[in-house]
């Protein structure tokens, strides 16, 4: 049964250049659309640009250039990077059209009307680089927490949205719906912090001080704080209030942001929406940051990866891939180019790109005219039976935005293939005259797999399953339904496909676009597939795995399990699950308090039907033998990475 589907990524400051955060966002929200719209879902996937603030302003000044010229150069910027990237959004909103000014005027004379908003005074410590106020609680040593620059105290008259009084609905409205805010450590967060009294919220700024903003209905003296007329682009570029689209899509609206805006997404946005009277959003999917050695990447930080250059160093696909099987969506990862290749060698060149090399050159060495295959025993039932087990799990994983278990499991078919290939040797069969019917049926089941990745790698790897399709002769646009196998009973005429992936010998080699994989001949007998490459671990491995100092805030035991405590962690900004195996060497009373190392970016897992979200480090003799947890020589706030 077809759906309809809505989803937006952030609209992007334009202040800096497309990067390897906007990047991945970007490319999560367009596989999304890609599965949906291969599912024969309605789709619209949007993106755009926030132009509106003082950073423009004051980059503008400094250009010698109107802040508008400089907003057209800058999002061009992100439409190029878009384009280059070959992503599929349906439209790309500027807060400097029209369309958008109109309606984000027409929400503020809505709620003015209401009695929503009012004017009142206000003195905060206010962050240029972040365009807001901090409040006494979140300043770090003077300073802005995210920026680290000194913060100016300003103090002025400005009108107030009355947010404060939409708290215990929005309590409510969150507690009501587990997966409103998912993963579920975000919707903690903002339950943690809804603790607190919510403040109205200021939503206006003195024109005297910021001319670069969508003026005040009823006070043409102020413009539009720059979040309040950001958010309002999720509907108006779907033409609200009467629009078709915003009748259609509207109610089935999912964002997609990282965790660096989930406050104004999770509060501000489902504040303004209750008093405007508009449907709230089905889903916030929230993703942590990219970091590179274990730092934030943005501009005003100044270390950011050229995203586009490795994108066309290793190809679009392997860029995509990369970003969305490192990154567990919701958790931090860290950004490597070691780690990218040593990715690209041992999934893509090696566990697909052989494959596919593999299986057309046997199907063209090796096909005849005529004659009908054997039937299909246990080993090709078994295959059937991956193949509906993988799609079930991306369908199940992209339900959840989790597109690192989606490829797991594709990769797990794919080494199902390899071994299959392995064990029935198709090459052997050959020889023997009696096996012909055996041999063709390999065969058939080997162009069934291929048709099967032709369709299910069409929202990860758009160009490598578009070449699979053709290889095997499929014209027809992909469609999940015919993602089954067991339908095929001849062989069709297939063209050989190498160098799907080449491989890269080094960091810096990338190898010819034409040079064929490496690694075993197509047609030879060959073992099972290396899972990775073997070898001493690199300094690129090691910095994927992200260790952090966590504080113990509880422990206690499970009833059920003679080994695992339940503890209770603060990582600085989030507290954390995790199940640790030490209930043999520690009393929970004694970790409370302790400062242990934990790795931060494990895959949840589910253990006991609880979900322990990392890893308690400690050393061991044996497997019973005396254990130690990691302790720190001397302090370091909770949250300080291990390096
Ligand atoms: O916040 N890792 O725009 P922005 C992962 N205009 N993702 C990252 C990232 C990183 N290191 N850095 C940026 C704004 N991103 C507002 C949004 S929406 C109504 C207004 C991605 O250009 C991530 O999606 O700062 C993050 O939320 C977004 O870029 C912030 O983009």
Same mark, same amino acid.
């Given at each position: 049964?077809?759906?309809?589907?809505?989803?937006?990524?952030?609209?992007?400051?334009?202040?800096?250049?497309?990067?390897?955060?906007?990047?991945?966002?970007?490319?999560?929200?367009?596989?999304?659309?890609?599965?949906?719209?291969?599912?024969?879902?309605?789709?619209?996937?949007?993106?755009?640009?926030?132009?509106?603030?003082?950073?423009?302003?004051?980059?503008?000044?400094?250009?010698?250039?109107?802040?508008?010229? !400089?907003?057209?150069?800058?999002?061009?910027?992100?439409?190029?990077?878009?384009?280059?990237?070959?992503?599929?959004?349906?439209?790309?909103?500027?807060?400097?059209?029209?369309?958008?000014?109109?309606?984000?005027?027409?929400?503020?004379?809505?709620?003015?009307?209401?009695?929503?908003?009012?004017?009142?005074?206000?003195?905060?410590?206010?962050?240029?680089?972040?365009?807001?106020?901090?409040?006494?609680?979140?300043?770090?040593?003077?300073?802005?927490?995210?920026?680290?620059?000194?913060?100016?105290?300003?103090?002025?008259?400005?009108?107030?949205?009355?947010?404060?009084?939409?708290?215990?609905?929005?309590?409510?409205?969150?507690?009501?719906?587990?997966?409103?805010?998912?993963?579920?450590?975000?919707?903690?967060?903002?339950?943690?912090?809804?603790?607190?009294?919510?403040?109205?919220?200021?939503?206006?700024?003195?024109?005297?001080?910021?001319?670069?903003?969508?003026?005040?209905?009823?006070?043409?003296?102020?413009?539009?704080?720059?979040?309040?007329?950001?958010?309002?682009?999720?509907?108006?570029?779907?033409?609200?209030?009467?629009?078709?689209?915003?009748?259609?899509?509207?109610?089935?609206?999912?964002?997609?942001?990282?965790?660096?805006?989930?406050?104004?997404?999770?509060?501000?946005?489902?504040?303004?929406?209750?008093?405007?009277?508009?449907?709230?959003?089905?889903?916030?999917?929230?993703?942590?940051?990219?970091? !590179?050695?274990?730092?934030?990447?943005?501009?005003?930080?100044?270390?950011?990866?050229?995203?586009?250059?490795?994108?066309?160093?290793?190809?679009?696909?392997?860029?995509?891939?990369?970003?969305?099987?490192?990154?567990?969506?919701?958790?931090?990862?860290?950004?490597?180019?070691?780690?990218?290749?040593?990715?690209?060698?041992?999934?893509?060149?090696?566990?697909?790109?052989?494959?596919?090399?593999?299986?057309?050159?046997?199907?063209?060495?090796?096909?005849?005219?005529?004659?009908?295959?054997?039937?299909?025993?246990?080993?090709?039932?078994?295959?059937?039976?991956?193949?509906?087990?993988?799609?079930?799990?991306?369908?199940?994983?992209?339900?959840?935005?989790?597109?690192?278990?989606?490829? /797991?499991?594709?990769?797990?078919?794919?080494?199902?293939?390899?071994?299959?290939?392995?064990?029935?040797?198709?090459?052997?069969?050959?020889?023997?005259?009696?096996?012909?019917?055996?041999?063709?049926?390999?065969?058939?089941?080997?162009?069934?797999?291929?048709?099967?990745?032709?369709?299910?790698?069409?929202?990860?790897?758009?160009?490598?399953?578009?070449?699979?399709?053709?290889?095997?002769?499929?014209?027809?646009?992909?469609?999940?339904?015919?993602?089954?196998?067991?339908?095929?009973?001849?062989?069709?005429?297939?063209?050989?496909?190498?160098?799907?992936?080449?491989?890269?010998?080094?960091?810096?080699?990338?190898?010819?676009?034409?040079?064929?994989?490496?690694?075993?001949?197509?047609?030879?007998?060959?073992?099972?597939?290396?899972?990775?490459?073997?070898?001493?671990?690199?300094?690129?491995?090691?910095?994927?795995?992200?260790?952090?100092?966590?504080?113990?805030?509880?422990?206690?035991?499970?009833?059920?399990?003679?080994?695992?405590?339940?503890?209770?962690?603060?990582?600085?900004?989030?507290?954390?699950?995790?199940?640790?195996?030490?209930?043999?060497?520690?009393?929970?009373?004694?970790?409370?308090?302790?400062?242990?190392?934990?790795?931060?970016?494990?895959?949840? /897992?589910?253990?006991?039907?609880?979900?322990?979200?990392?890893?308690?480090?400690?050393?061991?003799?044996?497997?019973?033998?005396?254990?130690?947890?990691?302790?720190?020589?001397?302090?370091?706030?909770?949250?300080?990475?291990?390096?």
């Amino acid at each position: 049964m077809s759906e309809t589907f809505y989803l937006t990524t952030p609209i992007y400051y334009i202040n800096s250049v497309p990067h390897l955060g906007h990047a991945y966002t970007t490319i999560v929200a367009d596989a999304m659309a890609r599965y949906h719209r291969l599912a024969g879902d309605r789709v619209w996937l949007l993106t755009g640009t926030d132009e509106h603030g003082d950073k423009i302003a004051q980059a503008a000044a400094k250009a010698g250039v109107s802040p508008q010229a !400089l907003a057209d150069r800058n999002s061009a910027a992100f439409r190029e990077a878009w384009q280059r990237l070959g992503t599929t959004q349906d439209d790309f909103i500027r807060t400097t059209e029209e369309r958008h000014r109109r309606v984000v005027q027409a929400i503020l004379q809505k709620l003015w009307d209401a009695g929503e908003i009012y004017l009142g005074k206000y003195g905060g410590h206010y962050c240029f680089g972040c365009e807001r106020f901090y409040t006494e609680k979140e300043i770090v040593d003077g300073k802005c927490p995210d920026h680290q620059t000194p913060l100016t105290f300003i103090e002025e008259e400005n009108y107030f949205f009355k947010m404060s009084k939409y708290q215990s609905w929005l309590i409510d409205y969150i507690t009501a719906r587990p997966d409103l805010i998912r993963p579920e450590r975000y919707r903690n967060e903002i339950l943690g912090f809804l603790r607190d009294p919510l403040q109205d919220l200021s939503i206006s700024r003195p024109k005297h001080r910021l001319q670069w903003g969508i003026p005040l209905p009823f006070d043409d003296k102020y413009v539009t704080y720059v979040w309040f007329d950001a958010l309002i682009n999720y509907f108006s570029a779907l033409d609200w209030p009467d629009g078709e689209r915003f009748k259609t899509f509207w109610p089935v609206a999912q964002h997609v942001i990282g965790k660096d805006i989930l406050k104004p997404h999770a509060v501000y946005w489902p504040c303004m929406l209750k008093a405007a009277g508009i449907d709230i959003y089905q889903h916030l999917n929230v993703h942590g940051y990219w970091t !590179l050695g274990g730092g934030k990447m943005s501009k005003s930080v100044g270390n950011v990866v050229e995203a586009f250059a490795l994108s066309d160093k290793y190809g679009g696909d392997a860029f995509r891939y990369f970003v969305m099987r490192e990154m567990t969506f919701g958790l931090d990862a860290d950004f490597s180019e070691e780690a990218f290749v040593g990715r690209l060698n041992a999934d893509l060149a090696n566990d697909l790109g052989n494959l596919v090399a593999r299986a057309t050159t046997l199907i063209v060495n090796y096909q005849r005219e005529a004659g009908p295959p054997a039937a299909a025993g246990p080993e090709e039932a078994t295959i059937r039976e991956s193949a509906a087990t993988a799609r079930r799990a991306v369908e199940t994983a992209m339900q959840e935005f989790a597109f690192q278990r989606a490829l /797991a499991a594709l990769w797990e078919f794919i080494g199902g293939i390899n071994r299959y290939v392995d064990s029935n040797q198709p090459w052997a069969l050959a020889k023997d005259p009696l096996q012909r019917p055996r041999l063709d049926r390999v065969l058939v089941t080997l162009a069934d797999a291929l048709g099967y990745l032709g369709v299910m790698l069409t929202a990860f790897l758009p160009d490598a399953a578009a070449k699979i399709r053709v290889a095997i002769g499929q014209t027809a646009a992909p469609r999940l339904a015919d993602a089954e196998i067991g339908r095929l009973d001849r062989l069709p005429a297939v063209q050989k496909l190498s160098g799907l992936f080449p491989r890269v010998e080094s960091k810096d080699k990338a190898a010819p676009a034409d040079q064929p994989a490496a690694g075993r001949a197509a047609s030879a007998p060959a073992a099972a597939n290396p899972a990775a490459p073997a070898g001493p671990a690199t300094i690129g491995d090691f910095r994927r795995i992200d260790l952090r100092v966590a504080e113990v805030i509880a422990a206690e035991a499970l009833p059920k399990s003679k080994k695992l405590l339940k503890l209770t962690v603060s990582l600085g900004h989030e507290q954390r699950t995790i199940l640790a195996g030490i209930a043999q060497h520690y009393a929970p009373a004694d970790l409370v308090g302790k400062k242990v190392v934990v790795v931060a970016n494990l895959e949840p /897992a589910k253990l006991m039907g609880l979900e322990s979200q990392g890893m308690v480090l400690a050393g061991s003799t044996d497997d019973d033998g005396a254990l130690a947890v990691l302790v720190l020589d001397r302090d370091l706030p909770a949250g300080a990475k291990v390096r």
